[in-house]
């Protein structure tokens, strides 16, 4: 094991020690000082000396002698210089480090006097300036930063390294435990290699997390669509399929017919051209109007169904005034016997309070013997009548006094409930108000559709194909002076027929949307089944990785718990949800590092020193600062420098032991 041993420390105008000389020589030491003699500031050298920070890891720390206007002194240089031994197998070196912090003051050209302007750091390495990258190699090369904190600071691990940091280390040192390990080590973990198809554990863990979110997402999705579907079946209530495509055929066959007479009556030229061209017009009359019917039809569904969701929502509300006011009813009558068991046991309080000892008769001579008693024997009966009278009154004083108390707390609890009640019917009459607002104005929407619906022909549209119907009859006119009343009405009875034979086909429709919806439907059934038995399986998966969670903090936490004489880590802490999450918490039989007094805190720092020594192969000067509590510290393959509290000494005093 590499040893770097202190041989002396030597501080100069730093942190208002004007001069001192720690002469350790390798040796565990004691330094003694009453408050603000300059302990932790010999602790805040060293670091200062290696690393550039002071002992609470800061960097920016003051390392000048202030005036006691708490302004510092100018023109001094501050100083830190440390002599180690280091011994590394057969080899044996010495060397000495030396840091000076010194202002700088420049003089700028015309003036008189130079100006401060800012400071400068001199590094030497057993006497020899250095740039400052090779004296932070040169240190590197004896141990890392980190590593050196971890050795020289009982503190550092535990208070500064962060949780992630502390577990990094504890697994580099002890050793991590593999998967295969863990799932040997309980039968019920076999099916694990097969589930996790090659990926890690928290990889499948965050599938498994993912893909059980997206499962109940989709879970919570379907009754919403199959809602949906069902509303968005149309009414067929009164209508027969098989009836309605008979009647459909019907038409047909008599459109067929007339059109046949039609054709008849027909003569050749211009004139059955023009006629020809009216009964298209007409006919695209009639699928106009049936398609402008159809549209309004559509539009008129849908606002019955937004009005029948107003009236539902505000009769939901109207339901929930009526149970809270109930509620409240219930409410003050509870607080009303309560009232009155107030007022009864006020009254039997008084009358308790009210009664007054009554002496017993008691015999002034002796049942036994019949010798007449002593007069004290039946003056202390007495008052140990009275004074058990006393106690019965009293108990029964304070029993009232309790009970009344209750009651009392049980009105006040029942008042807030009931004015958080009011509070919520409140809000719920402004809400009906809103409600009958919206149902209102649905159904004049309604109203104004159902209007539209019966003034179909009102439609710019359909007035324009109107007008092209009367032009294409003034040309017949004009080509036969005298109309055939007989054609008129064939094609009349057609146009009636096909108009007729469009609403039959568009209420079969309904029948196919419903078979539509059925469909998807059942579709979204048999999906909602495949979803959840795929849930429950990742469930069953979810609860073998936290089997194997567990596991493993068993042989994680007893295979590095064992590396330690006094430390024990809790590496994993339970969630609300029943998982496990990574942590690193230092106990020490069981009380949780921040909870330690500060003796087993240097104490379990000091355990862990020895195991990270012995581990790195290094051993170095350990700085225990307020160390006046430990007065049995764990042994180290480390120098120990204790700083400790001792008001008898006005002036730092070291002391060498062993």
Same mark, same amino acid.
């Given at each position: ?301 849908? *606002? @019955?169904?937004?009005? =029948? %969701? &107003? !009236? ?5 509300? /109207?339901? $929930? ?80 006094? *309790? @009970?009344?108390?209750? =009651? %009392? &707390? !049980? ?5 807030? /409930?009931? $004015? ?80 007729? *034979? ?157």
């Amino acid at each position: 094991m590499k040893q770097i041993k202190l041989d002396q420390l030597v501080l100069r105008n730093f942190k208002g020690v004007h001069s001192f000389v720690l002469d350790a020589d390798g040796a565990d030491v004691d330094v003694f000082g009453d408050n603000a003699t300059g302990k932790t500031t010999l602790f805040d050298a060293w670091n200062w000396l290696l690393f550039d920070k002071d002992s609470e890891n800061k960097k920016e720390f003051e390392i000048k002698t202030l005036n006691s206007d708490g302004t510092p002194i100018h023109n001094l240089d501050h100083e830190v210089e440390g002599t180690l031994t280091i011994e590394d197998g057969t080899i044996i070196q010495t060397v000495t480090l030396h840091k000076v912090y010194r202002e700088k003051w420049t003089k700028k050209r015309g003036a008189v006097r130079a100006e401060f302007t800012g400071h400068t750091t001199e590094y030497f390495i057993d006497g020899v300036p250095v740039k400052k990258g090779e004296y932070e190699q040169f240190i590197s090369e004896i141990a890392d930063e980190q590593l050196f904190r971890l050795l020289t600071d009982p503190r550092y691990f535990n208070e500064v390294l962060k949780w992630g940091d502390r577990r990094k280390i504890l697994l580099e040192v002890c050793g991590d435990i593999s998967d295969a390990e863990v799932i040997a080590s309980k039968p019920e973990l076999a099916e694990l290699p097969g589930i996790l198809n090659s990926r890690t554990i928290e990889q499948h863990r965050k599938v498994v997390l993912a893909r059980r979110k997206e499962i109940n997402d989709e879970l919570e999705r379907i009754p919403v669509r199959i809602d949906e579907a069902e509303r968005s079946k149309p009414d067929t209530e009164g209508l027969d399929e098989q009836a309605l495509m008979q009647e459909i055929d019907a038409i047909r066959a008599r459109i067929e017919e007339k059109q046949a007479e039609l054709a008849a009556v027909q003569n050749g030229g211009a004139v059955a051209e023009a006629e020809r061209r009216v009964a298209e017009i007409e006919t695209e009359l009639v699928r106009l109007k049936s398609e402008l019917q159809g549209e309004w039809l559509e539009k008129i569904d849908e *606002q @019955r169904m937004a009005l =029948a %969701k &107003a !009236e539902s929502e505000h009769r939901a509300a /109207e339901g $929930e005034v009526i149970s809270l006011k109930a509620t409240i009813e219930r409410l003050r009558r509870s607080a009303d016997s309560q009232r009155q068991e107030i007022e009864r046991l006020r009254q039997e309080w008084h009358q308790v309070n009210s009664e007054q000892f009554v002496a017993p008769e008691l015999s002034d001579t002796c049942a036994a013997c019949g010798q007449p008693l002593p007069a004290d024997q039946v003056e202390s009966a007495r008052q140990r009548a009275e004074e058990e009278f006393n106690r019965c009154k009293s108990e029964r004083l304070e029993q009232i006094n *309790q @009970r009344g108390k209750a =009651a %009392k &707390a !049980e009105v006040s609890t029942i008042s807030s /409930e009931i $004015e958080q009640l009011e509070a919520e019917i409140a809000k719920l009459n402004q809400k009906l108000e809103q409600l009958a607002a919206v149902k209102a104005e649905e159904a004049k929407k309604l109203a104004e559709l159902q209007k539209r619906l019966n003034d179909a022909t009102s439609d710019p549209r359909y007035a324009a194909k109107q007008e092209e119907l009367q032009q294409a009859k003034a040309e017949v006119l004009a080509l036969r002076s005298t109309a055939t009343t007989k054609l008129d009405n064939i094609r009349l009875e057609i146009a009636q027929l096909r108009n007729e *034979q469009t609403m039959l086909e568009k209420r079969r429709a309904y029948f196919d949307v419903i078979r539509q919806q059925d469909a998807r439907i059942a579709e979204l059934r048999e999906q909602e089944k495949v979803l959840a038995t795929e849930f429950e399986r990742l469930e069953r998966e979810l609860f073998l990785l936290d089997e194997f969670t567990r596991a493993k903090v068993d042989l994680l936490e007893s295979r590095i718990n064992s590396r330690f004489r006094l430390a024990r880590f809790k590496l994993f802490k339970e969630q609300i949800n029943g998982g496990l999450e990574e942590t690193c918490e230092v106990m020490v039989e069981g009380v949780p590092y921040n909870s330690l007094n500060n003796a087993a805190r240097h104490n379990v720092g000091l355990d862990i020193i020895a195991t990270l020594s012995e581990h790195y192969g290094i051993a170095a000067p350990i700085f225990l600062d307020n160390a006046e509590s430990v007065t049995r510290p764990s042994e180290t393959p480390g120098q120990q420098i204790r700083l400790i509290v001792s008001a008898a000494d006005k002036q730092l005093r070291v002391a060498k032991r062993g």
